[in-house]
């Protein structure tokens, strides 16, 4: 017998009899474990998220005060708290939310549930449990958008092609490495736009394959998400819509043009509908937009022209929403300079060219959106904001670029982790990042971590006044001090992006280990 089989089953060797109740225990505990390995990547990324509290801001604060309004008062105005944020529209004597609704209407059954939590247990309504509210309501909604979009991606390159590996290599990029990671932390609209706009890229993909038409689901399917992300981020419009032409030419081409956009349209009614219906009930009619009514003499001045504040691209805007150590994309995130490589790389490959060319339109169709808009820079943000919707189709390029040979997708895991560090820095310590600051990362985040100083943001979501203490992080609620709470992070980042070492390391590695094994 070999040495396996003698190992298969010891007690009975030694005459015990089997236990299965606990047998089936330990099968169990061994799938979960076994499960938790295979999705390490998503739950780091999870977990990651959910370890930062940033506080509060104007556009989160309005995104909360108006799900609070609906679910507490059955109001659509935010008139009662309006004090806590500058975010806000006018009429007559009412206040109201002035951002999109859709991460407001997310944010209703999470504000409900907290609601019922807190009457079922009699939770004070003091100001830690505000805290762990406003957690709470990131992590569900922005943290989980997060996480869908990085499965989105990696799902999304398999679909495509690339291996398994190299997906995950390139999901780590995306997910740690770009403006994905900060804004999974905040309640901002960006990154569910960007998990929706990634899904419709998604359905998309799948049909790569198909002979025939796209299904209704489908077309139904594509309309929704792509509703609900204009709902959520009204510039979304731009990226979904460019996805949304390409599904319907590739309906047109397998001759179901009319029942694409038959069933995309009746998909696409009940997010619109929805938001129709809260514009009506807010300010009298289902086309009247929040927008029209912000009384910010600034706005008004700037967005009095061309499009809502969109006109054309210029030098300085593409210049500093890129490049420059103010808010450039690849200046806070070096691995995103691989896009362009990759690009090229993903449209030479005939078998996937579509798919590429509609992800190169993304970029460039969000790039000149961001480069167009008076407020390119995101106001207070960490790099240019209106691109994270956009962040995935940059990602998803990086991984036809680190697929041709080791080389390459080394020096992806090596900018990959520079990225990291960059980014998780600023989120460590601030993503509210100042307009008056050229150069951010250097005169506000690297000597707040020399001296020991995370988590600086002082706006607190329910209060009116600045707070010491408005942000933080789960290591320093734990006991951790302030740079080990940021070294934490850090460690599990670099531990779980050597886990996607490239295969013939791993292999030397297994080598080692049993050369050892013999040895001893």
Same mark, same amino acid.
């Given at each position: 017998?070999?040495h396996a089989a003698?190992d298969?089953?010891? @007690?009975?060797?030694?005459g015990?009899a089997?236990?299965?109740g606990?047998?089936?225990?330990? #099968?169990a505990v ?13 739950v780091?990324i ?6 930062? !509290?940033q %506080?509060?801001d ?6 909360v005060?108006?799900?609070?309004a ?6 659509p105005d935010?008139t009662?708290?309006q #004090?806590?944020?500058v975010?806000k529209?006018?009429v007559?004597? #009412? ?6 609704? $859709?991460v407001s209407f ?10 019922a939590?807190d009457?079922a247990?009699d939770?004070?309504d003091?100001?830690g449990?505000?805290?762990a509210?406003?957690h709470?309501l *990131?992590v569900?909604? &922005?943290?989980t ?5 990085a ?6 390159l398999?679909?495509l092609?690339?291996?398994r590996? /190299?997906?995950?290599l390139?999901?780590f990029a !995306?997910a740690f490495g770009?403006?994905?990671f900060p804004?999974?932390?905040v309640l901002f609209?960006?990154?569910v736009a960007a998990a ?7 359905r998309?993909a799948?049909e790569?394959?198909r002979?025939?038409?796209p ?5 139904a ?8 992300? /204009? =709902? =959520?981020?009204y510039?979304a419009?731009?990226?979904? $819509?460019?996805?949304?032409a390409a599904?319907?030419a590739?309906?047109w081409r397998r %001759? ?5 956009i ?5 998909g &696409?009614a009940? +997010?619109l509908a929805?938001? %129709?219906?809260y514009?009506?009930w ?5 086309? @009247?937009?929040?927008? #029209?009514?912000? *009384?910010?003499p *600034? ?7 061309g499009l809502l504040?969109?006109g054309?691209?210029t030098a300085s805007a593409l ?5 420059s150590p103010?808010?450039?994309?690849f ?13 090229a790389?993903?449209?030479?490959d005939a078998t ?9 339109a993304?970029? =460039?169709?969000?790039t000149?959106?961001c480069?167009?808009? !008076?407020?390119w820079? $995101?106001d207070?943000?960490?790099?240019p904001?209106?691109l994270?919707p ?6 998803m390029? /990086?991984?036809f670029?680190?697929r @041709?040979?080791?080389a390459r997708a080394a020096? =992806?895991a090596?900018l990959?982790l520079v990225s990291a560090a960059?980014?998780l820095?600023c989120?460590?310590v601030?993503?509210h990042?100042?307009?008056g600051?050229p ?16 988590a ?5 979501p329910y209060?009116s006044?600045?707070h010491a203490?408005?942000?933080?992080n789960?290591g320093?609620? &734990?006991?951790?001090?302030a740079r080990?709470?940021?070294l934490a +992070?850090?460690a599990? /980042? ?8 490239p295969?013939?390391a791993?292999?030397r ?11 001893a």
């Amino acid at each position: 017998m070999s040495h396996a089989a003698g190992d298969a089953a010891p @007690d009975t060797a030694r005459g015990a009899a089997p236990r299965a109740g606990s047998s089936a225990v330990g #099968r169990a505990v061994a799938r979960a474990a076994r499960a938790v390995v295979r999705a390490r990547l998503f739950v780091g990324i999870a977990l990651t998220y959910a370890y930062f !509290y940033q %506080g509060g801001d104007p556009n989160q604060v309005t995104r909360v005060l108006l799900a609070r309004a609906i679910v507490e008062r059955r109001a659509p105005d935010i008139t009662p708290d309006q #004090r806590l944020t500058v975010d806000k529209a006018i009429v007559g004597s #009412r206040v109201f939310a002035d951002k999109a609704p $859709g991460v407001s209407f997310a944010a209703v059954p999470v504000v409900a549930l907290l609601d019922a939590a807190d009457r079922a247990f009699d939770v004070p309504d003091d100001r830690g449990a505000r805290r762990a509210r406003m957690h709470a309501l *990131v992590v569900a909604i &922005a943290g989980t958008a997060g996480v869908a979009a990085a499965w989105l991606v990696w799902t999304t390159l398999v679909l495509l092609g690339a291996s398994r590996r /190299i997906a995950s290599l390139t999901t780590f990029a !995306y997910a740690f490495g770009t403006l994905a990671f900060p804004f999974s932390t905040v309640l901002f609209g960006h990154q569910v736009a960007a998990a929706l706009a990634m899904a419709c890229f998604h359905r998309y993909a799948r049909e790569r394959t198909r002979a025939a038409a796209p299904s209704p689901g489908a077309s139904a399917g594509v309309g929704a998400l792509a509703a609900s992300a /204009i =709902v =959520v981020e009204y510039p979304a419009a731009i990226l979904v $819509g460019v996805v949304g032409a390409a599904f319907l030419a590739r309906a047109w081409r397998r %001759g179901g043009l009319a029942r694409a956009i038959g069933f995309g349209a009746l998909g &696409a009614a009940p +997010p619109l509908a929805l938001h %129709g219906a809260y514009l009506a009930w807010a300010f009298g009619s289902p086309f @009247d937009l929040a927008y #029209r009514h912000v *009384v910010d003499p *600034v706005f008004l001045s700037h967005t009095s022209t061309g499009l809502l504040g969109v006109g054309a691209p210029t030098a300085s805007a593409l210049r500093g929403a890129l490049v420059s150590p103010f808010r450039g994309l690849f200046f806070f995130c070096p691995v995103l300079a691989l896009t362009f490589a990759g690009l090229a790389r993903w449209l030479a490959d005939a078998t996937v060219r579509a798919e590429a060319v509609v992800a190169a339109a993304a970029v =460039v169709a969000s790039t000149w959106f961001c480069c167009s808009y !008076y407020a390119w820079h $995101g106001d207070l943000s960490l790099g240019p904001r209106h691109l994270v919707p956009a962040l995935p189709f940059f990602a998803m390029p /990086i991984a036809f670029f680190a697929r @041709d040979g080791a080389a390459r997708a080394a020096l =992806v895991a090596l900018l990959a982790l520079v990225s990291a560090a960059i980014v998780l820095a600023c989120t460590a310590v601030l993503v509210h990042l100042p307009t008056g600051v050229p150069n951010p990362l250097y005169d506000i985040v690297w000597p707040a971590l020399v001296r020991g100083d995370v988590a600086i943001n002082r706006m607190d979501p329910y209060a009116s006044v600045l707070h010491a203490d408005a942000a933080d992080n789960l290591g320093r609620m &734990a006991g951790l001090g302030a740079r080990a709470s940021v070294l934490a +992070p850090l460690a599990a /980042i670099v531990l779980l992006l050597a886990s996607y070492a490239p295969p013939g390391a791993r292999r030397r590695g297994e080598a080692r280990a049993r050369r050892a094994e013999g040895s001893a």
